[in-house]
Nanobody, 124 residues
Framework: QVQLVESGGGLVQGGGSLRLSCAASGRTLSSRAMGWFRQAPGKEREFVATISWNGAITYYADSVKGRFTISRDNAKNTLYLQMNSLKPEDTAVYYC?????????????????WGQGTQVTVSS
């Protein structure tokens, strides 16, 4: 069992940057692939980015590729999402997720552990 807690969300102007963090406890993240997902009000949860157990493999949604960077520090048991050039359409609750396999996936159903989410609001 692993517990995940996101932080770093907030209100930012369009074109600005935020860095989200996901701190794990209970179990380490060293053998787990991780992911970031987001959900806007009235919309379905959507994939943002995912990363393999050692950070060697990453995948991004087309909507964020080139602007967002997913990374991890297993020694600190923490996952990150650096978000640059933010747009109003990035406004959503962002969720951190972990799965008990080392390879990344873009499917939310493949992740078994989820954080509570952190709100990101981008003004125009």
């Amino acid at each position: 069992q692993v517990q995940l807690v996101e932080s770093g969300g907030g209100l930012v102007q369009g074109g600005g940057s935020l860095r989200l963090s996901c701190a794990a406890s209970g179990r380490t993240l060293s053998s787990r692939a991780m992911g970031w997902f987001r959900q806007a009000p009235g919309k379905e949860r959507e994939f943002v980015a995912t990363i393999s157990w050692n950070g060697a493999i990453t995948y991004y949604a087309d909507s964020v590729k080139g602007r967002f960077t997913i990374s991890r520090d297993n020694a600190k048991n923490t996952l990150y999402l650096q978000m640059n050039s933010l747009k109003p359409e990035d406004t959503a609750v962002y969720y951190c997720a972990a799965r008990s396999f080392r390879m990344p996936t873009m499917a939310a159903a493949d992740f078994g552990s989820w954080g509570q989410g952190t709100q990101v609001t981008v003004s125009s």
